[in-house]
């Protein structure tokens, strides 16, 4: 049965007149879906990566020729410190959250009061949407009347405001901790989930075997979580990878550049800048990169027994 | 989908060996311990979650001259429902929010039918490719969006799309599609082999089988995808931003065109927009609770 599924028996199928077989059945319930994705993620996908070889501007018809120019261009200008922005945001925004996210996570599993209540409540700043997300935290690192710096000063930590989105190393750090701020939640789920399937008898076990709580942590609660952790981590690395609102919203890149990820450069060249040649070709390197992840974490998830 | 994360198998290496009665347990020192450090926890990172929250209420309901005010008034005095007033009475924003509800709504609908059918097969036929097709389709909502809004823009305008709603539910479908059909997988898996087993013995076809007796019991199910394909549609800014024009404008995008670079932002009037963009998800996730770890990962463990 496992090979087959719901096939009814062949006899059953001729008395009621079926013609396709299951495996054509099942193919045919996919057809919308194929379509949809072919028509709006795999044209798209192949015609914006070969868009990389030739010379076009977004505003007029017609591209010419240009080989491995646009590649050469961007490995030579822009690829590297692009690179480098994305992957101090994606390690900041994926391992800051992760800490956070645990730590809230063992805490509501160690049998809390009213957890299911915190962990209704930690969920508010995933919820709303990633635009809010960043208006409230531009309010926040607001230069003028924004209430980081007023609640700094007031504990004597700064004298004077800061420009938190004006500064190349504060920008970056301000966006970090923007997306962190809305990542850990999800983290916290996860990773909660995760410790709820650790038998609460083998901790006892432990604890009665006489292993310390950070003993009992490495022998028993890490395992128990060490897959969900690993998947936890690869998506939200991937999803920061790629991020795009928040920084574009934040900063739009800047200043001078300092958090210009390749989501956001890629969107510039292409609409700001018209340079459909530049911004697919570092697309497509992007792409590459993100290729790699996604094998990875394919093979991770890997686990389906059937 | 939520049986997913039952898969890990306990450690072993917490059994030792240990002679019986050699040690008492010293447990309740090390319990009062460690449920103090989890307080601590839960208040750090509470103050880092909430006090965000709490400032964007504060300012919705502050009067300009209080939120302009430096060093600012952390426990605020004057309050008013001023700023949502001028939410209520702007045209523009209330034409953004149909909009947004007209296609967070159709993305929404569009998606689950059609990865009904397509997560109905995932889950109950076993055939060449399916494999390929389904780690395409989990794979794809990895794509960078930047790079396929590109050929979008310019495969929409050819067609004379741009700035229609057709546009932006299709882009929208390609992150929504890929969410539904793993989300509905993992409910399809749910429904036993020997009911649709016996449907066909009892001489339902195939196709009956689906529509009569799987969906409704699935229903639940398709219900939540559909609600997390609205919220993922309602939250979407870089198509909108990029695809839609000034008639078809969804909220995300149409308010960082009316408040953000501005010379001086109206940040009262900012937050209490934020909080009325954020409504419809907050009430849609509380009926989404009990699906939450599903749809979060809508396939991010294959289960």
Partial sequence: MTTTGIAP?????????????????????????????????????????????????????????????NYADVLNRDFWPVLQNTLVFTVGATAIPFVIGFALALALNSGLKGSGFLRGLFLFPWVIPGVVVSFLWMWIFNAN????????????????????????????LAVIITKTWASFPWMMVMLLAGLQTVPR????????????????????????????????????????????????????????????TFAVAVYQDAFKGYDLGHATALGGLWMLLLLVLVGVYLKTSEREPK | MTTLLAQEAPAPAARRAHPAGTRRPRRRPDQIRSSVAAWIAVAV??????????????????????????????????????????????????????NSVIVAVLTSLLSVVVATYMGYSFSKFRYRG???????????????????????????????????????????????????????????????????????????????TLHTIVAPLAAPGM???????????????IFALTLADKDTMTLPPGLVNTYIGEFQTAWPALMAASLVVSLPVVIAFMFLQRYLVGGLTAGAVKS
Wanted: proline content about 5%; some cysteine; aromatic content about 14%.
């Fill in chain 2, 223 to 237: 219900i939540a995808a559909g609600l997390f394909a609205f919220v993922r549609g309602w939250n979407d800014f």
């Fill in chain 1, 201 to 260: 008898e083998l901790h006892e076990a432990a604890a009665v075997d006489g292993a310390g709580a950070v003993r009992r942590f490495f022998a028993v609660t890490w395992p128990g979580v060490r897959a969900v952790a690993a998947i936890t981590i690869l998506l939200e690395f991937i999803w920061n990878f790629q991020h795009f609102d928040t920084i574009y919203v934040l900063t739009g890149g800047g200043p001078a550049g300092a958090t210009e």
């Fill in chain 2, 130 to 208: 399916r494999k390929s097709l389904m780690n395409f389709v989990l794979a794809s909502q990895m794509f960078p969006q930047a790079l396929l809004l590109i050929t979008l823009y310019a495969v929409f305008r050819q067609f004379g799309l741009l700035g229609s709603y057709t546009a932006l539910i299709l882009s929208f479908a390609t992150f929504t599609m890929p969410l539904c059909v793993w989300m509905l997988k993992g409910i399809f898996d749910t429904v036993p082999d020997a009911l649709l087993e016996a449907a066909a013995i009892d001489g339902a076809s195939r196709w009956r």
């Fill in chain 1, 145 to 172: 009347y924004g209430v980081l710096n007023g609640a700094l000063m007031k504990i004597g930590i700064i004298e004077e405001s800061v420009s938190w989105l004006g500064e190349p190393t504060t920008a970056m």
């Fill in chain 1, 9 to 69: 028996p062949a006899k059953a199928r001729e008395r009621h007149g079926q013609k396709l077989s299951n495996g054509a059945f099942a193919l045919l319930l996919t057809l919308p879906g194929m379509a949809l994705f072919a028509a709006i993620v795999l044209y798209p996908l192949i015609a914006s990566i070969t868009t990389g070889f030739f010379k076009q501007d977004l505003r007029f018809p017609g591209r010419t020729w240009a080989g491995l120019q």
């Fill in chain 2, 45 to 98: 990172i509470g103050l880092f979650a909430l006090l965000p929250l709490y400032w964007l209420l504060v300012t919705a309901v502050s009067p300009k001259d209080q939120a302009f005010q430096f060093p600012p008034k952390f426990i605020p005095t004057d309050f008013t429902l001023e700023n949502f007033r001028a939410f209520a009475e702007n045209e523009a924003l209330f034409d953004y929010m149909v």
